[in-house]
């Protein structure tokens, strides 16, 4: 059990007779900032104190009494207005460190509940090369999977691809229309994405055509309502103001939909090819449409093609796949729920949960104003539909007790949906939780994409990293009096730190935040990267190439860590909490709370090194001690990384 842990249950104990609900109490628990105050702080007097209305002091001090750390802690103390101090014992925190020496879990044992959860993450709509859009949910649902298999969890990773949706139809009505067969022939899936692309931008342009008067006609109107309220409005009233404002954004939004019909219609106007295919294919958006439909339909020429394009679509998924070492136990996609829908329906409808509005199936959540449709007007089912039978079977086939969703946060009104609908359905066991993240940037700060505008593709992305990973592995390696890194070891290293890179660079985000793509950054040797990771782990590796010792013995001998200094009890007590970090990322599925575990770790190590001399100890036990300590540092590191499926290397 986690040191934090432990002590949240002496406490419990203790407050059981001061307090009736001491779970909020024991949430104010934590590890001091300031080793001045201790290791860990208890603020949980003052808010007692003022329920019971009495001095906040004289309620720690009755905490204390009935207090029982003596084991673990030396006499607690109370500071300023009721802060209770904890200080580790020196002889326990020695004991623990001693019991993981060598120990690549540092001491983590598997949970006592194992759950079944489900992992759907990455699953990206086929037919559409990936893109860095798919590097978050990949990266963040890979780590989540690791982790909570390494804490004893079963997880069942599966990939929940896109293969059913319009984006078919879309390719479909592109292939009839026009495919470049040898461009085909060559390589499918880019053909495909163009075709794609093209169809897209063709349904665009006439969206925007048909919608461009309208928009005038309203902009025309809002200019009006906007002049008559700027021509009433007292400037002093802050009110009137206030509804100035909004008319003027209402302004700004029409100005902004127009310019972006507009850009639309002169993107293919500027090209006299795309103008001739758009003239000629004026209902494309709704002809793309009705292919999907008939796929869904069962017509037999639409399936065909579709088991033509999806082994392709799957192949050049799992190239990449590859290449960042992400597995998955499934990859059921929406296609494969196609035949549950209709039941899924009738379901909704029988238990009173669906119902008819205007032509569509629905079901109202309380409280939700969007309805969350199930059925289109077209007799379509939708995505929601396919979220629901998913659902009825990962809880009744696979047995699952959690599911989690790795998809972008602007997608949460839909899970929101689903899991209010899905309790209502009757899986009220079930925890299913959005695991949202935010969006990638670049320098300009919109969503990354090439200059020209597109998406950029995940391999490319990765193949960059490689190569500007190789910059910063041969320059270290000729620094060096003599190069120890062949050309062949370099490359592999390369893949390494560059993959590595990416994969630290997002994960060590709060997920829910946007973050900015910069390749200095990333790899970067000092900092919060994985490139700093790296290299401390090797550097640790070369202590004990340099003085010839097997690290693997280090686990076999009886260990002894002599504390002799602020720097290796601050590391030894970093180093007895990887619990902590593990348990810090699956209570909210935060990855950021293992590199930042990693990263409070190095800056420890980095401290203890600086100060204690490993090589030239005072005494052999002093440096077998020493010994220890690093070594449980490179295993906390590798461990650590491994969890965010990060490789290190020996030698860097
Ligand atoms: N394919 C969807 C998209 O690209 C993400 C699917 C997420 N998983 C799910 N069960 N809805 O937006």
Request: net charge negative.
């Given at each position: 059990m986690s040191i934090l842990q432990t002590l949240k249950n002496r406490f419990a104990t203790a407050l059981q007779p001061l307090s009736d609900d001491v779970a909020p109490l024991l949430d104010m628990i934590r590890s001091s900032q300031d080793p001045k105050f201790g290791d860990f702080q208890a603020n949980c007097a003052m808010p007692l104190a003022k329920q019971v209305g009495r001095p906040p002091r004289d309620v720690a001090a009755d905490i204390i009494a009935a207090l029982d750390v003596s084991d673990i802690c030396e006499a607690p103390e109370i500071a300023g207005p009721g802060f209770i101090n904890l200080k580790l014992k020196d002889a326990w925190i020695v004991e623990r460190v001693n019991s993981i020496a060598g120990d690549d879990r540092l001491g983590v044992m598997p949970v006592e509940n194992p759950r079944h959860v489900i992992v759907d993450f990455s699953s990206p709509n086929v037919a559409k090369p990936m893109h860095v859009g798919h590097l978050r949910s990949s990266v963040i649902g890979d780590a989540i999977c690791r982790t909570l298999r390494f804490a004893g969890h079963k997880v069942t990773s599966d990939n929940h691809i896109g293969d059913w949706g319009t984006q078919f139809g879309m390719i479909i009505y592109g292939y009839r229309n026009f495919v470049d067969s040898a461009a085909y022939a060559a390589d499918p899936v880019a053909e495909l994405a163009r075709l794609y692309k093209l169809v897209n931008q063709l349904s665009d342009y006439h969206a925007a055509k048909q919608k461009l008067p309208q928009l005038k006609i309203s902009l025309q109107l809002q200019k009006d309502e906007l002049a008559a309220e700027q021509s009433e409005t007292d400037p002093a009233d802050k009110k009137a103001k206030k509804k100035l404002k909004s008319f003027q954004k209402a302004v700004d939004t029409t100005l902004d939909s127009i310019k972006s019909a507009e850009e639309k219609l002169a993107a293919v106007a500027a090209d006299s090819n795309l103008q001739q295919l758009a003239d000629a294919h004026p209902n494309i958006a709704r002809l793309a449409r009705a292919e999907t439909s008939k796929l869904h339909a069962g017509d037999v020429d639409n399936q065909k093609l579709w088991d033509e394009f999806l082994p392709a679509c799957l192949q050049a998924l799992q190239r990449v796949y590859d290449r960042l070492d992400i597995q998955f136990d499934m990859t059921l996609g929406e296609s494969y729920y196609n035949p549950m829908l209709a039941d899924v329906v009738s379901s909704l409808k029988d238990k009173g949960l669906a119902t008819d509005s205007?032509?569509?199936?629905?079901?109202?959540?309380?409280?939700?104003?969007?309805?969350?449709?199930?059925?289109?007007?077209?007799?379509?089912?939708?995505?929601?539909?396919?979220?629901?039978?998913?659902?009825?079977?990962?809880?009744?086939?696979?047995?699952?007790?959690?599911?989690?969703?790795?998809?972008?946060?602007?997608?949460?009104?839909?899970?929101?949906?689903?899991?209010?609908?899905?309790?209502?359905?009757?899986?009220?066991?079930?925890?299913?939780?959005?695991?949202?993240?935010?969006?990638?940037?670049?320098?300009?700060?919109?969503?990354?994409?090439?200059?020209?505008?597109?998406?950029?593709?995940?391999?490319?992305?990765?193949?960059?990293?490689?190569?500007?990973?190789?910059?910063?592995?041969?320059?270290?390696?000729?620094?060096?009096?003599?190069?120890?890194?062949?050309?062949?070891?370099?490359?592999?290293?390369?893949?390494?730190?560059?993959?590595?890179?990416?994969?630290?660079?997002?994960?060590?985000?709060?997920?829910?935040?946007?973050?900015?793509f910069d390749w200095d950054k990333m790899l970067a040797t000092t900092g919060d990267t994985a490139t700093y990771m790296q290299y401390a782990y090797a550097r640790i590796c070369g202590i004990f190439r340099e003085l010839n010792i097997d690290r693997n013995a280090i686990g076999q001998a009886t260990a002894n860590v002599l504390l002799t200094g602020p720097e290796e009890r601050a590391l030894a007590l970093q180093l007895i909490q990887f619990d902590e970090a593990i348990s810090s990322v699956i209570s909210d599925y935060r990855p950021n709370q293992m590199t930042g575990w990693l990263f409070d770790a190095a800056g420890k190590f980095s401290a203890f090194y600086a100060q204690c001399s490993v090589k030239n100890a005072e005494t052999p036990e002093l440096k077998a001690s020493r010994l220890v300590l690093c070594d449980l540092m490179a295993r906390a590191i590798k461990t650590g990384l491994s969890l965010l499926a990060i490789d290190t290397a020996e030698v860097l």
């Amino acid at each position: 059990m986690s040191i934090l842990q432990t002590l949240k249950n002496r406490f419990a104990t203790a407050l059981q007779p001061l307090s009736d609900d001491v779970a909020p109490l024991l949430d104010m628990i934590r590890s001091s900032q300031d080793p001045k105050f201790g290791d860990f702080q208890a603020n949980c007097a003052m808010p007692l104190a003022k329920q019971v209305g009495r001095p906040p002091r004289d309620v720690a001090a009755d905490i204390i009494a009935a207090l029982d750390v003596s084991d673990i802690c030396e006499a607690p103390e109370i500071a300023g207005p009721g802060f209770i101090n904890l200080k580790l014992k020196d002889a326990w925190i020695v004991e623990r460190v001693n019991s993981i020496a060598g120990d690549d879990r540092l001491g983590v044992m598997p949970v006592e509940n194992p759950r079944h959860v489900i992992v759907d993450f990455s699953s990206p709509n086929v037919a559409k090369p990936m893109h860095v859009g798919h590097l978050r949910s990949s990266v963040i649902g890979d780590a989540i999977c690791r982790t909570l298999r390494f804490a004893g969890h079963k997880v069942t990773s599966d990939n929940h691809i896109g293969d059913w949706g319009t984006q078919f139809g879309m390719i479909i009505y592109g292939y009839r229309n026009f495919v470049d067969s040898a461009a085909y022939a060559a390589d499918p899936v880019a053909e495909l994405a163009r075709l794609y692309k093209l169809v897209n931008q063709l349904s665009d342009y006439h969206a925007a055509k048909q919608k461009l008067p309208q928009l005038k006609i309203s902009l025309q109107l809002q200019k009006d309502e906007l002049a008559a309220e700027q021509s009433e409005t007292d400037p002093a009233d802050k009110k009137a103001k206030k509804k100035l404002k909004s008319f003027q954004k209402a302004v700004d939004t029409t100005l902004d939909s127009i310019k972006s019909a507009e850009e639309k219609l002169a993107a293919v106007a500027a090209d006299s090819n795309l103008q001739q295919l758009a003239d000629a294919h004026p209902n494309i958006a709704r002809l793309a449409r009705a292919e999907t439909s008939k796929l869904h339909a069962g017509d037999v020429d639409n399936q065909k093609l579709w088991d033509e394009f999806l082994p392709a679509c799957l192949q050049a998924l799992q190239r990449v796949y590859d290449r960042l070492d992400i597995q998955f136990d499934m990859t059921l996609g929406e296609s494969y729920y196609n035949p549950m829908l209709a039941d899924v329906v009738s379901s909704l409808k029988d238990k009173g949960l669906a119902t008819d509005s205007d032509g569509a199936t629905c079901v109202f959540v309380e409280g939700n104003e969007a309805p969350f449709i199930v059925q289109k007007t077209d007799g379509a089912f939708t995505y929601a539909t396919t979220d629901l039978a998913t659902i009825q079977y990962r809880v009744e086939q696979l047995k699952a007790d959690e599911i989690l969703y790795v998809v972008d946060k602007r997608q949460a009104e839909h899970f929101n949906l689903l899991f209010k609908t899905c309790e209502l359905w009757g899986f009220k066991d079930l925890k299913c939780q959005h695991v949202s993240f935010g969006t990638v940037m670049g320098k300009d700060g919109k969503p990354y994409k090439t200059r020209s505008g597109d998406n950029i593709g995940l391999e490319s992305l990765i193949d960059e990293a490689i190569a500007r990973a190789r910059t910063v592995v041969d320059e270290n390696d000729d620094r060096r009096e003599t190069p120890v890194l062949s050309a062949e070891d370099r490359h592999s290293v390369a893949e390494i730190v560059g993959i590595g890179g990416i994969k630290y660079a997002d994960l060590h985000h709060n997920r829910e935040s946007d973050y900015e793509f910069d390749w200095d950054k990333m790899l970067a040797t000092t900092g919060d990267t994985a490139t700093y990771m790296q290299y401390a782990y090797a550097r640790i590796c070369g202590i004990f190439r340099e003085l010839n010792i097997d690290r693997n013995a280090i686990g076999q001998a009886t260990a002894n860590v002599l504390l002799t200094g602020p720097e290796e009890r601050a590391l030894a007590l970093q180093l007895i909490q990887f619990d902590e970090a593990i348990s810090s990322v699956i209570s909210d599925y935060r990855p950021n709370q293992m590199t930042g575990w990693l990263f409070d770790a190095a800056g420890k190590f980095s401290a203890f090194y600086a100060q204690c001399s490993v090589k030239n100890a005072e005494t052999p036990e002093l440096k077998a001690s020493r010994l220890v300590l690093c070594d449980l540092m490179a295993r906390a590191i590798k461990t650590g990384l491994s969890l965010l499926a990060i490789d290190t290397a020996e030698v860097l």
